[in-house]
């Protein structure tokens, strides 16, 4: 039997639709534009001069000053009004706090400077008719809305008993470890992630490069080519370092270079009126909340602590200049942002709360918590999940995406409430099945039957957050993400199946591949991956003790041998699953932290017995022709 959770109807009750710290901000916004509006009218009021008169205009709303100054200048207002809407956009987008108003005071003064010695008498009427207007719209569109929320939560609260019990009776069994197995289409997608994984540190083909401050982030693709490695090691091959932890070593390198994090720089300055690079200080949960996950979950895979030294992550300026970093900094930027918010969710850019991006932020504190023995998750969990009722949820229990931590205003942004489910999953299970119910009663109805296959189909044309293009790649890989979390065996099929049908997938020379962007790909690998709580397990358990003490596959050739499986299942043995990179044929594999001059036996390679070296060693020689078992047992001495 679950434990509903309603949509309380006391957590948000005015047409604002939004809780008390946000509601606390917009008055405050409203109380200062309200003085604004004063202080433009005393001009007209005291009979000052015409600067001042048209000046103060223009506080009303952007451009309003050019009313009081007529002729040719009316045509500056629909400048003024799009010069404006584009710097709420560089706000929303780089964290430029101080564009809008540079934009709406300089307009002012400009039409000051225009005004000559008399200014057009109806001017102020005009401008209070405009903007009363105008508010009275905007009110009763926000209301209309928050009508409609809370009918739409009324019908939620009536399914969702039984919707969150179905979740639960859906949910596809635990696999157990032993059992955990990459397909051979899992297989030929990873070639793909470790190919650009692999390269050398300052070398970047296939990525992505359009800007450093949204969702095609250099950033965000070398995070996303890591988690998937990381959770691919964690669950699949956690025996197997060699190439594979090479990898993440060379992302995690590539992601200390300058050009992945000196955006920081310009926001700060912009953003937060600081000039400081230190990309782990204030805010910034796009980067520490990120990075932090993706270095502790190969520090949780491999055992290896190297990150866990003072200046490990070193974030080096120039010659003269670097930030000394290491994972224990980053969680402490972390907490120190969670205890120091209003909101306990704290800002990506500057001023912009991006609830999905403080779900990284949870992992990042989970992964360091299994490290280090900390429980450091336990208390943020009922703060975060407090103020995202409160303050991130809409009247109908939807995800809030966006919000701005200094207006408390909030921005249209794609998430939707199946983008919660991994994030909620991590500290409230329950919470996480009442945004799949609701996500799946919505999505249901794209549920079709299209070339003899049940998969989902999504109308319009999509769009691909990696290069701002149309395309279903990411939608698709991000969603089977969510579903395969939560154990949705009948949804995940239906996605799955859309990914391989719409989305241009590419099966050549072994590697496969989607149409789309190097982040989408890598969310598609991710989306593959998964399994019933398969990110929870990893981030908060890692491998099994098992495993971790066990033998290694640590050599094999990249792209010669592919690896499927390897998993000790007792601390001695070892099982490897093997497929050709490239030709069928033998291939040379090596394997480490066997017991020194211990004596083994084998199946799959071309020795049937062998003895380790002296430093638990042997290089053993495998005949690759498709899939290819391994099993590696102690014998008795």
Known sequence: MNNYIPIQPEVIKNTERTGPVSLKRQRLISALYLSAVVLGLLPWLLNLSAFWQASGLGLLFPGAGFLAVGGWSLLLIPVTLLLFATALFAWFATGVVVAPPLIWLGSAILAGTLSGDATWPWAPWLTAAICLAWQVRKYLKRSKVHQRDLGRREQRNA??????????????????????????D?????????????????????????????????RYQLNFLGYGLAQMQSQYTPNFHGYLSEAQRRLIEQYLQRPIWDYWRLENLWGNLKYDPDPVDKDNVMLTGYFGQQVGMYMLNTGDHRYAKP????????DDTAYEH???????????????????LFPCEPNWIYTGCNFFALRSVAVYDRLFGTHQLDELRQPFLDSFEREFTTASGSVVSLRSSLT???????????????????????????????????????????????QMKIPGKGLDFGNYRRGFT???????????????????????????????????????????????????????????????????QGPTAEALRGPLLTGAEF????????????????????????????????IERLKPH????????????????????????????????????QSQE
């Open 559 to 590: 792209p010669q041998v592919l690896v499927a499986k390897a998993r000790s299942h007792d601390g001695q043995d070892l099982e490897l699953v093997l497929y050709p990179g490239t030709a069928p044929g033998p291939q040379r594999i090596t």
């Open 186 to 218: 899992e297989v030929a997608l990873s070639r793909l992630i470790l190919e650009r994984a692999l390269q050398p540190v300052g070398q970047l083909e296939h990525f992505d490069r359009i800007d450093q401050f949204q969702t095609a982030s250099l």
């Open 408 to 454: 408390g205003a909030t921005a249209p942004f794609p998430g939707g409430d199946a983008g919660a489910v991994q994030g909620m999953n991590l500290i409230s299970s329950e919470h996480a099945k009442r945004f799949w119910a609701m996500a799946r009663n919505d999505m249901a109805p794209l549920i079709v039957e299209q070339n003899g296959l049940r």
């Open 474 to 540: 990411m939608i698709y890989g991000g969603l089977l993400m969510q579903a395969r979390e939560i154990g949705d065996t009948e949804f995940s099929e239906a996605i799955l199946n859309a990914l391989d049908q719409q989305c241009g997938r590419k099966l050549d020379n072994g590697v496969l591949s989607y149409e789309g962007s190097n982040l989408a790909n890598a969310t598609a690998f991710l989306g593959r991956l998964m399994q019933r709580d398969g990110y929870r397990h990893s981030l908060t």
């Open 598 to 633: 211990g004596h083994y036996s084998t199946k799959g390679t071309m020795q049937t017995h062998f003895t380790a070296d002296a430093a638990g060693t042997v290089e053993l020689e495998v005949m690759l022709n498709g899939r290819t078992s391994v099993c590696i047992t």
């Open 159 to 184: 399914y969702l008993p039984d919707a969150m019990q179905a979740v639960t009776a859906r949910a596809a069994p635990h696999i157990p470890p032993a059992n955990h197995e990459l397909g051979a």
């Open 326 to 344: 290491d994972i224990h900094s980053i969680n402490r930027s972390l907490m120190w942002n969670f205890a120091n918010s209003s909101y306990c």
């Open 311 to 318: 200046g490990s992550l070193t974030f080096r300026w120039n």
